[in-house]
């Protein structure tokens, strides 16, 4: 089922905003209660099988179950609101797998200029916490990035967020909204000082609104998550490289 691009008769409604922000809102918080009810129960798991708390089995154990909650609260919001018709997704056609190759080099080079640009500034962002662990939970996480972490994040923030305010705010405004609020999620995954959380935030959201118009460009929300995917997988490679001292 086709979903309109632009906000109904072409114009903006604050009653349209305020139903539709207050839905993405909720998807986001769903998303956050639905994680922090999953993660135990991974870990959970991961001791039960013989692996130590400080592992990187239970570290990569914690990841999944973060993203398994994602991605459950996501579909099950969109079947509660009955807008499962604002997620998109199609079989990718060989033009989409071109734009797929192109948006995750562009976005991985994309990464580096704007960190580039904030150290120019003399403005670092903080450490993701996930980067603290052990050299083989990046080594796990390379293939994982692709089939967990992408499919949960792109799930709930560009098939529900920008779904959602797609329809009230057409599809610029659902980007810059659906990105920022993806920055914002990335304030409490950061380990640093304020200013620190907030680059971080700054570059996850200026990121985020390249996965946005990649989705809206291929109509496809297979495409953002190969993207996103590739982004972290490349991430997760280099610092295993440098745990491992290559």
Do not use: C
């Amino acid at each position: 089922m086709n979903v309109d691009l632009g906000p109904p008769g072409g114009t903006i409604e604050a009653r349209a905003v305020a139903i539709r922000g207050g839905q993405a809102l909720l998807a986001v918080f769903a998303g956050v209660i639905a994680a922090g009810a999953v993660v135990p129960a991974f870990e959970w798991a991961a001791l039960t099988l013989g692996f130590g708390a400080d592992s990187a089995a239970t570290a990569v154990f914690t990841t999944v179950g973060n993203a398994a909650g994602f991605a459950a609260a996501a579909l099950l919001f969109l079947l509660y609101a009955g807008d499962l018709d604002v997620l998109r997704v199609r079989r990718p056609t060989p033009r989409d797998a071109a734009v797929a190759v192109a948006g995750a080099v562009g976005l991985i080079v994309a990464g580096y200029g704007i960190l580039l640009a904030f150290a120019a500034a003399g403005l670092s962002p903080s450490t993701n916490e996930a980067l603290t662990n052990p050299p083989a939970y990046f080594l796990a996480m390379i293939p994982l990035s692709f089939l967990t972490v992408a499919v949960g994040e792109e799930l709930l923030f560009r098939g529900v967020v920008q779904g959602e305010l797609r329809r009230a705010l057409g599809p610029a405004g659902a980007i810059a909204g659906a990105s920022l609020l993806f920055g914002l999620l990335h304030y409490v995954a950061g380990a640093g000082t304020p200013a620190e959380k907030l680059v971080y935030v700054a570059v996850a959201a200026t990121l985020a609104i390249g996965l946005g118009a990649l989705y809206e460009y291929t109509d496809t929300i297979v495409v953002p998550i190969f993207v996103h995917g590739a982004y972290n997988a490349v991430q997760f490679a280099i610092q295993y490289v440098e745990a491992i001292g290559i």
